[in-house]
């Protein structure tokens, strides 16, 4: 075994042994027996270990005990408790903001954690969620900075209209002639597949799923400003609509 892969298995197991003693779970019946059974939801939160590693030493039988490398978490997680395999948050993909959600069972509740050095007085903005937010605002980093509120929720209402769909463009008039726009538009999981192929045969306009079943284009609101289909896709781009901005 190597060494890192020994170190990580000692330390694993050796932190689940206290767990473990601290709940009373070594003991038969997970509480002593002339203690009142206690109901306790135990959650072990480990940053930065992918889930491959979990099962595989969980699986792997130590020569030595004839037992799992794991035999804590194979016994109390994997056979009598439960695991998750795989979730999301909508928002930013960091720790905190992830275990808030399996903690309250809510959509995103931590917005950012500003912490303040006494010391130096200094604040260290550990999400880092203020400047994400502010160079967004300024449309550094996103390609159709044009695109609103308003324009997605009404992509969205269309979307549910139409339950059979995969995914939704829309179209505008141009020079007088409808002009089809790849984005912004909105898609299911259903269309992974179809996207899939297109991508494997070299088809990457993604108009060109228009050609497909279940894939539909619908004409866009007389309203919408002309800058809901900027799209930049080169620096230049992104130079001359912030020379035009700050005009």
Same mark, same amino acid.
């Not at 009598?80 to 909508?90: E, Q, T």
């Not at 002639?177 to 494997?200: G, K, N, Y």
């Not at 400003?225 to 035009?244: C, Q």
């Given at each position: 075994?190597?060494?890192?892969?020994?170190?990580?298995?000692?330390?694993?197991?050796?932190?689940?042994?206290?767990?473990?003693?601290?709940? *009373?779970?070594?003991?038969?019946?997970?509480?002593?027996?002339?203690?009142?059974?206690?109901?306790?939801?135990?959650?072990?939160?480990?940053?930065?270990?992918?889930?491959?590693?979990?099962?595989?030493?969980?699986?792997?039988?130590?020569?030595?005990?004839?037992?799992?490398?794991?035999?804590?978490? !194979?016994?109390?997680?994997?056979?009598?408790?439960?695991?998750?395999?795989?979730? /999301?948050?909508?928002?930013?993909?960091?720790?905190?903001?992830?275990?808030?959600?399996?903690?309250?069972?809510?959509?995103?509740?931590? !917005?950012?954690?500003?912490?303040?050095?006494?010391?130096?007085?200094?604040? /260290?903005? /550990?999400?880092?969620?203020?400047?994400? /937010?502010?160079?967004?605002?300024?449309?550094?980093?996103?390609?159709?900075?044009?695109?609103?509120?308003?324009?997605?929720?009404?992509?969205? +209402?269309?979307?549910? +209209?139409?339950?059979?769909?995969?995914?939704?463009?829309?179209?505008?008039?141009?020079?007088?002639?409808?002009?089809?726009?790849?984005?912004?538009?909105?898609?299911?999981?259903?269309?992974?597949?179809?996207?899939?192929?297109?991508?494997?045969?070299? *088809?990457?306009?993604?108009?060109?799923?228009?050609?497909?079943?279940?894939?539909?284009?619908?004409?866009?609101?007389?309203?919408?400003?002309?800058?809901?289909?900027?799209?930049?896709?080169?620096?230049?781009?992104?130079?001359?609509? *912030?020379?035009?901005?700050?005009?």
């Amino acid at each position: 075994m190597a060494l890192k892969r020994r170190d990580f298995l000692k330390r694993l197991t050796a932190s689940l042994g206290g767990i473990a003693t601290f709940t *009373r779970l070594k003991k038969l019946g997970f509480a002593a027996a002339a203690s009142p059974r206690a109901r306790r939801l135990v959650l072990i939160k480990i940053d930065g270990l992918p889930h491959r590693l979990v099962d595989e030493f969980a699986n792997e039988i130590d020569p030595e005990t004839g037992k799992s490398r794991l035999p804590w978490v !194979k016994h109390v997680f994997y056979e009598k408790g439960a695991r998750i395999n795989n979730f /999301y948050v909508r928002g930013m993909s960091l720790s905190a903001p992830s275990w808030s959600l399996l903690d309250t069972g809510q959509h995103l509740q931590i !917005k950012g954690n500003v912490e303040f050095d006494r010391l130096t007085l200094h604040a /260290y903005d /550990y999400l880092n969620f203020i400047p994400f /937010y502010y160079e967004n605002l300024k449309g550094q980093h996103v390609d159709m900075p044009g695109v609103e509120s308003e324009q997605l929720r009404w992509l969205v +209402e269309r979307f549910d +209209e139409l339950t059979s769909s995969h995914g939704l463009m829309t179209t505008r008039i141009d020079d007088g002639a409808p002009s089809i726009e790849p984005f912004p538009s909105i898609f299911r999981l259903s269309a992974a597949a179809a996207v899939c192929d297109q991508l494997q045969n070299s *088809r990457r306009a993604v108009h060109s799923l228009l050609n497909i079943d279940g894939f539909k284009s619908i004409e866009s609101p007389p309203g919408w400003p002309a800058d809901a289909w900027l799209n930049l896709n080169t620096p230049a781009d992104l130079e001359a609509f *912030r020379n035009r901005s700050n005009a």
